[in-house]
């Protein structure tokens, strides 16, 4: 099974969304009509046992942050702000009714930190643990970000050194902060949280906005001991990938000098060039559209 393909397909199928759908498939988050100044978000990501965590090397704690993080980083890849979810269960005859209200310990502190309501769910048995999350948020429609802006000669940016998503996939903050500077100090023409690594999902930019991407190698900052190949394929960093004009970007680095820490990574080209990478001494050579995978 390929995830990608499968996408597509739901997304043939569910045909056109109709008045009041801005975004449908194909994005962090769909954005639906709200009212005057903002759009609504509304996004949803489960964590499964065996696939996005191990109980041997989880805590319970750790994982039910993880299934609101994972949740939140897709807001703050609109630009958004996030507001309500709904957490839906299956939980393993194995785990004791305190078992489960460690995951809710994990659950309620990142929605504390971020000022965000648990408001339903639902309850099963299942044979492997699953958090399913929904999430829905809002952004100002000035500030909305999509994956389909791109424009060629746009500049690729990263919000921070790629995090090791084998060691922080549990700890891991997401991007709010910096997105919603961002959104307060310049234009940015598409962006995506990379939950499957950068080479996937700026494909995934790449693709929604009909350009071609070049990364230069040497420019992507990496967390200590990140090997380039982890932080292209492997993923889990949930860094946020963007674009702006060059323009906006000097902006932007004359603004934050002394704040958060955004690099340049890379370029947007014409679409017949693809992806690509520029490695030591120039050479390129094509990126894969591979990454985390699900199925
Ligand atoms: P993300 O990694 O940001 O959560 P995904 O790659 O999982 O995004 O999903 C890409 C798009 O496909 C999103 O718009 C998502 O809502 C949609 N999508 C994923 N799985 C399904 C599904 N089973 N049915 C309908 N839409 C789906
Ligand atoms: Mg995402």
């Not at 990501?45 to 319970?60: I, P, Q, R």
Request: aromatic fraction near 6%; hydrophobic fraction near 40%.
């Amino acid at each position: 099974m390929n995830e990608l393909k499968l996408i597509e397909e739901f997304k043939r199928r569910s045909g056109r969304c109709g008045k009041g759908v801005k975004v449908g498939i194909g994005d962090d988050s769909a954005v639906l009509d709200y009212d005057k100044d903002n759009y609504l978000l509304w996004a949803a990501d489960m964590l499964v046992e065996g696939t996005h965590f191990n109980l041997k090397s989880a805590s319970l704690e750790e994982i039910g942050r993880k299934a609101v993080a994972v949740n939140i980083s897709d807001i703050a890849a609109m630009g958004g702000s996030p507001k309500y979810i709904t957490v839906s269960i299956g939980v393993p005859k194995r785990l004791n009714p305190s078992s489960i209200h460690k995951i809710y310990d994990g659950i309620f502190k990142l929605c504390k930190e971020h000022k965000v309501k648990l408001i339903g769910g639902d309850t099963n048995l299942s044979s492997k643990l699953v958090i399913d999350v929904s999430i829905l948020g809002t952004v100002n429609k000035k500030h909305l970000f999509t994956r389909s802006g791109a424009k060629e000669k746009d500049l690729i940016l990263i919000t921070g050194p790629v995090r090791d998503g084998k060691k922080e996939h549990l700890s891991f903050a997401p991007r709010l902060k910096e997105a919603q500077s961002l959104t307060r100090s310049c234009k940015v023409n598409s962006m995506i949280d990379t939950s499957d690594g950068i080479a996937l999902d700026l494909g995934r930019i790449a693709s929604s906005s009909g350009v071609g991407c070049t990364l230069y190698a040497d420019a992507i900052p990496l967390s200590k001991d990140l090997s380039l190949k982890d932080a292209l394929y492997f993923g889990e960093s949930f860094e946020l990938l963007f674009t702006m004009s060059v323009k906006e970007a000097r902006r932007l680095f004359l603004k934050e000098k002394n704040g958060h820490k955004f690099f340049i990574i890379g370029e947007v080209t014409k679409k017949t060039k693809g992806l690509r990478l520029i490695g030591k001494e120039g050479k390129l050579s094509v990126l894969k559209k591979e990454g985390f995978r699900h199925l």
